[in-house]
């Protein structure tokens, strides 16, 4: 199953140049991990009550593009 999260940059996601700050790019990706889930008729707080914990050990990002102020990413698991 695929999902595609959409998400706007705002303006305090962004350093001076308006360029995303590095560490943002993985709080998009923990709402399009919330996004996936929530298709299976669960949402990540559902789960966490039920004992049911899905934890990061291991993230790696390869930077290719910045995003920028006002930028409309399509996140896609």
């Known amino acids: 199953m695929k999902s595609i999260s959409k998400i706007k940059v705002r303006y ?3 350093d001076a140049m308006q360029v995303v700050h590095h560490a943002n790019y993985y709080i998009y ?3 399009a991990r919330e996004d996936f889930i ?3 008729g669960i949402t990540y707080k ?3 009550d039920q004992g049911i914990m899905m934890p990061l050990v291991e993230t790696q990002c390869k930077y290719i593009d910045a995003a ?6 399509h996140n896609r698991n």
């Open 12 to 14: 305090a996601e962004t």
């Open 29 to 31: 990706f923990e709402v």
């Open 38 to 40: 929530e298709q299976f």
């Open 46 to 48: 559902e789960m966490e």
């Open 68 to 73: 920028r102020y006002g930028d409309n990413l």
